[in-house]
């Protein structure tokens, strides 16, 4: 987080990838052991729970929300919501149990550049 706070910082990139890591994935284990009935399993990632994913994104929607609109600065649309949201929650499925908090900010990082370019 040193490197987005250097880089990145009171952009919309920063409070996107903070929302996904902060909220996001920071709520997705708590829903993921508590009601995570159907799990599965990607490539490299660990064994999770669909309820954990769908936490991942929701908890992403709102963090976004909660930086963005915390800082004054545009929000996103729906779709745009929705996008990072998805993809969060899938770098989260496919990272590796202990570096979820690295290929998430460095996947939307990516992905942002990729789609805010074109």
């Not at 729970?49 to 936490?55: P, V």
Request: net charge neutral; glycine share 14%.
């Amino acid at each position: 987080m040193i490197w987005l706070g250097l880089t990145k910082f009171m952009t919309r990139e920063s409070c996107i990838i903070m929302g996904a890591v902060g909220f996001g994935d920071g709520i997705a284990p708590l829903v993921g052991q508590r009601f995570g009935k159907h799990r599965f399993r990607f490539p490299f990632g660990g064994v999770k729970s669909f309820e954990g994913s769908l936490s991942v994104g929701l908890g992403s929607i709102f963090g976004m929300w909660l930086f963005l609109n915390g800082l004054s600065l545009p929000l996103l649309n729906v779709e745009q919501s929705l996008k990072y949201a998805f993809i969060s929650a899938i770098l989260e499925a496919c990272s590796p149990q202990a570096f979820d908090n690295l290929v998430i900010p460095l996947g939307i990082c990516y992905i942002y550049g990729s789609l805010e370019e074109a």
